[in-house]
């Protein structure tokens, strides 16, 4: 069974909605490192924030300022049995499945390290951006005998390319977020003193009513979505999402304050 300790699960993934944005703070000092319990939290946070009409952007980061996550909780899964670690494992695929596939922009925010399982929360994420000299990011899996278990060999390959990512992997090394940033992984990197506040005011230009977070969703969905089926079937789907849209009131207030020359005034439906 586990070994979580805190008895508040919702300690362990603090819940705050600013501004239409659902900020998740993984909390588990001094590491942020990820139990069932805690996954289980995120888990129903990424729930909560779909669910709620007034969320338009999910932003995931760390507790404090030295890690975003060092992945799984490795004192948990040396006292576990094979069979907890497999459905761990699992529950853990299905939750970043969720936050990968829910219809609304998910940024990470990489305020420290993010290693291990924390870096594989983060590719779950849509954009990754991260704070200045904050840390380092990799997958060291190979260096406890395993492989990245939670997405990291699928995930990886998809956002550097095959070899590459065959490579970070089997060397197990850490890397710099600006070599993350050159190499795809990272969009962003502002300044340590004030990130926060920079990661949120990015994060705002993806809110109503200066976009349409509508839009912005189901750009995500035909993206995640379509990169995993045959090509034909994604232009289905890119299609049935264009239909959706075409039917929303943020489409029809588009068209026409494109028409009349005029600024867009988005609601986010």
Same mark, same amino acid.
């Given at each position: 069974?586990?070994?979580?300790?805190?008895?508040?699960?919702?300690?362990?993934?603090?819940?705050?909605? #600013?501004?239409?944005?659902?900020?998740?703070?993984?909390?588990?000092?001094?590491?942020?490192?990820?139990?069932?319990? @805690?996954?289980?939290?995120?888990?129903?946070?990424?729930?909560?924030?779909?669910?709620?009409?007034?969320?338009?952007?999910?932003?995931?980061?760390?507790?404090?300022?030295?890690?975003?996550?060092?992945?799984?909780?490795?004192?948990?899964?040396?006292?576990?049995?094979?069979?907890?670690?497999?459905?761990?494992?699992? !529950?853990?695929?299905?939750?970043?499945?969720?936050?990968?596939?829910?219809?609304?922009?998910?940024?990470?925010?990489?305020?420290? !390290?993010?290693?291990?399982?924390?870096?594989?929360?983060?590719?779950?994420?849509?954009?990754?951006?991260?704070?200045?000299?904050?840390?380092?990011?990799?997958?060291?899996?190979?260096?406890?005998?395993?492989?990245?278990?939670?997405?990291?060999?699928?995930?990886?390959?998809?956002? #550097?390319?095959?070899?590459?990512?065959?490579?970070?992997?089997?060397?197990?090394?850490?890397? /710099?977020?600006?070599?993350?940033?050159? @190499?795809?992984?990272?969009? !962003?990197?502002?300044?340590?003193?004030?990130?926060?506040?920079?990661?949120?005011?990015?994060?705002?230009?993806?809110?109503?009513?200066?976009?349409?977070?509508?839009?912005?969703?189901?750009?995500?969905?035909?993206?995640?979505?379509?990169?995993?089926?045959?090509?034909? /079937?994604?232009?289905?789907?890119?299609?049935?999402?264009?239909?959706?849209?075409?039917?929303?009131?943020?489409?029809?207030?588009?068209?026409?304050?494109?028409?009349?020359?005029?600024?867009?005034?988005?609601?986010?439906?």
């Amino acid at each position: 069974m586990s070994t979580q300790t805190t008895t508040n699960i919702e300690d362990l993934v603090l819940y705050k909605v #600013v501004d239409g944005i659902a900020v998740l703070e993984l909390n588990d000092p001094p590491a942020n490192t990820y139990t069932y319990e @805690m996954m289980t939290r995120l888990d129903q946070c990424i729930l909560q924030a779909r669910m709620d009409e007034n969320v338009h952007v999910i932003l995931l980061t760390g507790h404090g300022d030295k890690f975003f996550s060092a992945g799984a909780n490795i004192k948990m899964l040396a006292s576990v049995t094979p069979r907890f670690k497999y459905f761990f494992c699992l !529950h853990a695929n299905e939750t970043l499945n969720r936050l990968e596939q829910t219809p609304k922009l998910v940024i990470a925010a990489l305020n420290g !390290h993010c290693v291990g399982g924390g870096m594989e929360i983060a590719m779950a994420a849509d954009i990754r951006v991260a704070r200045a000299d904050a840390g380092k990011i990799g997958l060291p899996e190979v260096n406890l005998g395993v492989l990245p278990g939670t997405g990291g060999t699928q995930r990886l390959c998809r956002l #550097v390319g095959k070899s590459q990512s065959i490579e970070l992997m089997a060397t197990g090394r850490t890397f /710099s977020f600006e070599e993350a940033l050159e @190499m795809g992984l990272i969009s !962003h990197i502002f300044n340590q003193d004030n990130f926060m506040d920079e990661v949120m005011a990015y994060a705002r230009q993806f809110l109503p009513p200066n976009k349409a977070s509508f839009a912005v969703g189901r750009i995500k969905r035909s993206v995640q979505s379509g990169m995993e089926i045959p090509f034909e /079937s994604a232009l289905c789907l890119e299609r049935e999402l264009q239909q959706q849209l075409f039917c929303s009131a943020d489409a029809a207030e588009g068209l026409q304050a494109y028409v009349n020359k005029k600024t867009a005034n988005f609601k986010g439906a």
